[in-house]
Every structure is written in C-alpha cells, then in structure tokens.
Nanobody, 129 residues
Framework: QLQLVESGGGLVQPGGSLRLSCAAS????????IGWFRQAPGKEHEAIAC???????NYEDSAKGRFTISRDDAKNTVYLEINSLKPEDTAVYYC???????????????????????RGQGTQVTVSS
C-alpha cells in the first residue's frame, strides 16, 4: 500500500522560506500525480500545486510565484518550496496521491481534491515573528 510521509515544516519568520518533502513508499509507487494541499485552523482544505508522473505541474492561482513543486524520482520524493512566507500561510501542509489516470490533463494534472485519495499526516508550518 502506498504511504506518504511529509516533513520540513516548522516555525519560520515572515519573509522566510521552507522546503517541504513528501516521501512516497509502499508496495507500489504507481500513481499519476501527487498534489500538495493545506488546511489552516477553521478553514477549508486548499489545493496548492500538483505534479504529474509525466512531470507537468499545475498551481492554484493564489500559489503562483511563491510556491514551487518539484520531484526527485530517485528518492521517490516530491518537494514544495515556499518563499516569502506570510502569517496567512500558517497551516498543516500535506501531500496526496492521485492514482487514477483521470487526474491527467495532458502532461499536467488536475488540482481538484476529488482526484486525490491517499494522503500523509501532514507537517505543520507556522509563520510568526
């Protein structure tokens, strides 16, 4: 069974940067996309970005410019780099896998949460001075 483990969160000052990691392991690593999402206290889950098995990426409009998704296939790890962190970025960040081919949009991926099933426990990011 596919498992995801996030790491890299922590307390950071406004304007700082973080790189979050999502390590995939399990019986099968067959998936079509991995997405990053977040949930702030009292708020809905929010999609950030996804990367398809073909290497294409997709970002929520609000994430363009400060968030970068990438992957290292040798390490079975997907990263999310966040720059110019703001207090409103405080949330639990988690990654999730889309195993169905319907998530693919050409070489890219759909970001809608409905495509993503297996997710990790998440990593807390707190932005505060």
């Amino acid at each position: 069974q596919l498992q995801l483990v996030e790491s890299g969160g922590g307390l950071v000052q406004p304007g700082g940067s973080l790189r979050l990691s999502c390590a995939a392991s399990g019986v099968t690593l067959d998936y079509n996309a991995i997405g990053w999402f977040r949930q702030a206290p009292g708020k809905e889950h929010e999609a950030i970005a996804c990367i398809s098995r073909r290497g294409g990426t997709n970002y929520e409009d609000s994430a363009k410019g400060r968030f970068t998704i990438s992957r290292d296939d040798a390490k079975n790890t997907v990263y999310l780099e966040i720059n110019s962190l703001k207090p409103e970025d405080t949330a639990v960040y988690y990654c999730a896998v889309a195993q169905g081919a319907s998530v693919l949009l050409g070489s890219r991926c759909w970001l809608h949460p409905a495509y993503y099933s297996t997710r990790g426990q998440g990593t807390q990011v707190t932005v505060s001075s």
